[in-house]
């Protein structure tokens, strides 16, 4: 009996460390159902409607997109502060090619796309090969940006767009079942990616099992694919009762796939860690520290220069404000979600989290009739509470 005794409490000591070690992750996740309950409660059920969760995939695409880049600019150990210009510039860009100067989108998209890499190799060579700190870099550039999007626009709105630039942002996937309402597609998509979710945790389970590493406590493992699957086939199911899958959604899906793969499961992904934990160690091991820099305020420009056109595609006009102040948006998102300042830590899946936190945090409190100014408090607040507690976390386990 004693033994039993023993065991048990072996077994609730080590579950209680792993949720202390795991604490941000899982406290994240907890967070996000903890504001969208709150939310549904206070909207009276309007945030879970199912058009309003289309608005908020709709409304925070462009963040989710880039701060996706900026996870990857942040791990690396630095930071950008254009991405809100040069997302402005690009959709002035793509407003005065498609409008005054009547090129074609399927001319217009390359051609922005690469201007924002070239802005990002503009922004990653005075970073990587002359040693210039990105925080001033960048700061540059979000005034020279910022200065030619008016330029180009001089000081007015430019638009509409055609339908076929339009479809980047308020298309919708088509029903390739045919049912209509709700969306067949839109119910399937949901049923398989939970399935895969499940697939592939308990495919990483028996992989780390085979090398003896120490996994996720099943208890966790099956609560934390019950809720995220949940989650999924819920969502899909809204979004299949109104006019099905978004194409923002789909482009944001993908990226997240692709951007997780890449860092958690490639040399390229190690290494980027690598060079925001010691620089100067990741250098002495042959990593070559400047062109992975480089890169990433490369990758950081292509995805800026995506979300602009996105961004612009929404509202269906470019204005010489836009993107003014979201460089805030993405960077707390990213650290909202777990990344640190220092470099080296963070997850692609912790950075969208992060920024369907901002995203549920803005919609709610628009909803509720809470003004711009107290919405901008609210949200210093959470950001700093969540630095905050990162901090404490990692002096607890020093």
Not at 138 to 167: A, C, D, H, I, N
Not at 350 to 365: D, L, P, Y
Request: aromatic share 10%.
């Amino acid at each position: 009996m004693e033994l039993s005794d023993t065991s048990n409490r072996d077994a609730a000591n080590g579950l209680g460390g792993y949720l202390l070690k795991h604490l941000r992750e899982y406290g994240l996740l907890l967070a996000l159902i903890a504001i969208m309950a709150f939310f549904q409660v206070v909207t009276d059920g309007t945030l879970l409607k199912a058009v309003n969760i289309t608005n908020l995939f709709l409304q925070n695409s462009y963040i989710i997109i880039m701060a996706l880049g900026m996870l990857v600019v942040i791990v690396a150990g630095h930071i950008d502060l254009s991405v809100g210009s040069v997302m402005g510039f690009v959709g002035a860009l793509a407003a005065v090619m498609i409008v005054e100067w009547s090129l074609p989108v399927g001319l217009t998209i390359p051609a922005c796309l690469i201007m924002g890499i070239l802005i990002g190799a503009w922004h990653g060579y005075w970073v990587a090969y002359w040693k210039i700190p990105s925080f001033i870099v960048t700061l540059s550039g979000m005034l020279v940006f910022r200065g030619l999007s008016l330029w180009l626009l001089e000081g007015q709105s430019v638009g509409p767009f055609p339908k076929s630039f339009q479809l980047l942002s308020t298309g919708f996937i088509p029903d390739v079942f045919g049912i209509g309402r709700p969306n067949g597609t839109a119910l399937a998509a949901g049923a398989i990616a939970a399935i895969l979710i499940v697939w592939l945790g308990l495919k990483a389970r028996a992989r780390n099992a085979k090398y003896g590493i120490e996994g996720e406590p099943m208890p966790f493992f099956v609560i934390r694919n019950a809720i995220v699957a949940g989650a999924l086939l819920f969502v899909c199911y809204k979004l299949a009762a109104f006019r099905g899958l978004p194409n923002v959604l789909v482009s944001m899906v993908v990226l997240t796939v692709i951007y997780a793969f890449i860092t958690e499961n490639t040399t390229l992904g190690r290494r980027i860690y690598a060079l925001g934990g010691n620089e100067k160690a990741a250098k002495l091991s042959g990593i070559k520290t400047e062109r992975l820099t480089f890169l990433a305020f490369v990758n950081m420009g292509m995805l800026a220069a995506l979300a602009g056109l996105i961004f612009a595609a929404r509202l269906n006009t470019a204005t010489p404000k836009a993107g003014f102040a979201v460089e805030l948006d993405v960077i707390a998102a990213v650290f909202i979600g777990g990344a640190s300042m220092s470099g080296g830590v963070g997850k692609i899946v912790g950075a969208v989290v992060g920024a369907f936190i901002m995203g549920v945090m803005n919609n709610g409190m628009s909803i509720m009739g809470i003004g711009i100014d107290y919405q901008q408090v609210i949200k210093g607040l959470v950001l700093l509470a969540a630095v905050f507690f990162d901090v404490y976390n990692k002096s607890k386990q020093g």
